[in-house]
């Protein structure tokens, strides 16, 4: 059963566009389903979140915390390292571990998790193997359907619809 869910972010939980104003702030968006996803996994099922990304942004920060996603690494360059130490100290292996990317950043982990996903506009470096390639893009909706794959395979349907119904 999956018991951490791996997420990156550009390219994955955004449309992987970074947009800068004037004044020199970062700007992304985020999916409103992919995040519905995420808060009903970690707050109403109880289950882990972590994101691990190479870039840093305190809107990634912000994001973290609204979805009360507990393991958040940014700037990071060996993700399968940091995820590692992630599973020490949650006293998980590599089989509770479901992760997402998009790029060639991601491709260790990927290879190292029990479920390793892809949004549409992943690289087709990580297609090639990876156990599901999403219908959706990063940013719209490749999270959620990740997660809704998940609910199905480890038969926690009924526990996800009763949280919200």
Same mark, same amino acid.
């Given at each position: 059963?999956?018991?951490?869910? /791996?997420?990156? *972010?550009?390219?994955?939980?955004?449309?992987? #566009?970074?947009?800068?104003? !004037?004044?020199?702030?970062?700007?992304?968006? =985020?999916?409103?389903?992919?995040?519905? @996803?995420?808060?009903? &996994?970690? +707050? +109403?099922?109880?289950? +882990?979140?972590?994101?691990?990304?190479?870039?840093?942004? #305190?809107?990634?920060?912000?994001? $973290?915390?609204?979805?009360?996603?507990?393991?958040?690494?940014? #700037? *990071?360059? !060996? +993700?399968?390292?940091?995820?590692?130490?992630?599973?020490? #100290?949650? !006293?998980?292996? &590599?089989?509770? *571990?479901? @992760?997402?990317?998009?790029?060639?950043?991601?491709?260790?982990?990927l290879k190292k998790v029990n479920l390793s996903f892809t949004p549409s506009n992943g690289t087709h470096y990580l297609k090639?193997?990876?156990? /599901?390639?999403?219908? %959706?893009?990063?940013? %719209?909706?490749? /999270?959620?359907?990740?997660?809704?794959?998940?609910?199905?395979?480890? %038969?926690?349907?009924?526990? =996800?619809?009763? $949280?919200?119904?």
């Open positions: 059963m999956i018991e951490l869910l /791996v997420l990156d *972010v550009d390219g994955t939980l955004t449309d992987g #566009k970074i947009t800068y104003t !004037n004044s020199g702030d970062e700007l992304k968006s =985020f999916d409103v389903s992919d995040g519905l @996803a995420i808060a009903t &996994w970690t +707050k +109403k099922l109880g289950k +882990k979140a972590a994101i691990i990304t190479g870039r840093t942004s #305190k809107i990634v920060e912000q994001r $973290a915390q609204d979805l009360q996603i507990n393991h958040l690494y940014q #700037k *990071v360059h !060996n +993700k399968d390292e940091i995820l590692e130490e992630i599973l020490k #100290k949650e !006293n998980l292996t &590599w089989e509770q *571990v479901a @992760a997402i990317g998009d790029d060639l950043n991601d491709y260790k982990m090639e193997f990876v156990d /599901v390639v999403c219908k %959706n893009s990063g940013g %719209n909706g490749a /999270v959620r359907e990740m997660i809704e794959y998940i609910i199905k395979k480890d %038969n926690l349907e009924e526990e =996800f619809l009763k $949280a919200w119904l």
